[in-house]
């Protein structure tokens, strides 16, 4: 069972990326899947998330609201973060993660809920 993130590279600001999430063992069907964020300088940092219960419901930090998106592609089990308009604060090492369907909401934001990692994906977004 495993996460491999990719899709990171060298942008300039405005521009675009997509990431990818791609799983091997763990379906994306349930539980949930996020994307983190991480600096040497700070905390691993939340970023979106997508839960599918029923229907789909999708979290975002304030940070990227209404420049990120986040989705699933069910067929090939994969999840993907779209960036659009990128800002050098942006750069971060950047980590695809699952939570079990038993996650509840408050949790969704938190790394800890998160089970299983992908390794990291380097985005740098230079001004």
């Known amino acids: 069972v495993q996460l491999q993130a990719s899709g990171g590279g060298l942008v300039q600001t405005g521009d675009s990326l997509r990431l990818t999430c791609a799983a091997s063992?763990?379906?994306?069907?349930?539980?949930?899947l996020g994307w983190f964020r991480q600096t040497p300088e700070k905390e691993r940092e939340f970023v979106a998330a997508?839960?599918?219960?029923?229907?789909?419901?999708?979290y975002y930090a304030d940070s990227v609201k209404g420049r990120f998106t986040i989705s699933i592609d069910n067929a090939k089990n994969t999840g993907y973060l779209q960036m659009n308009s990128l800002k050098p604060e942006d750069s971060a090492v950047y980590y695809c993660?699952?939570?079990?369907?038993?996650?509840?909401?408050?949790?969704?934001?938190?790394?800890?809920?998160?089970?299983?990692w992908g390794r990291g994906t380097l985005v740098t977004v230079s001004s």
């Open positions: 993660a699952a939570a079990p369907p038993s996650t509840i909401t408050s949790s969704v934001y938190t790394a800890r809920a998160y089970d299983l």
């Open positions: 997508i839960r599918r219960r029923g229907g789909t419901t999708y």
């Open positions: 063992g763990r379906s994306f069907n349930t539980g949930v």
